[in-house]
């Protein structure tokens, strides 16, 4: 199963958030990937990023081509 996680928020907080929520799908063997609306805006963002990157997960990916792979997206604002 492949999740997109849609992060649309420009909330520094949030946008962590989301990608921390990112990597707690990837423990119920989930294949995630992350679609940005900018930049990572905190170091926990960063680092929540490059985890699920050394996992094999994609960060930053083209938001249309990931809804095409998807099985499922899961949308934060």
């Known amino acids: ?8 928020t420009r909330d520094p907080h949030r946008q ?6 990112a990597l ?6 989930a294949s995630v ?8 805006l905190t170091p926990l963002a960063r680092r929540a990023a ?5 996992f094999g997960h994609a960060v ?4 249309a081509a ?5 099985d499922a997206v899961e949308v934060w604002t």
């Open 66 to 70: 990931a809804l095409a792979r998807a």
């Open 33 to 40: 990937e992350v679609a940005l609306a900018g930049p990572l």
């Open 60 to 63: 930053g990916v083209d938001l």
């Open 24 to 29: 707690g799908l990837t423990l119920r063997g």
């Open 50 to 54: 490059d985890t699920l990157t050394s």
């Open 1 to 8: 199963m492949t999740i997109l996680v849609a992060v649309r």
């Open 16 to 21: 962590a958030e989301a990608l921390r929520a």
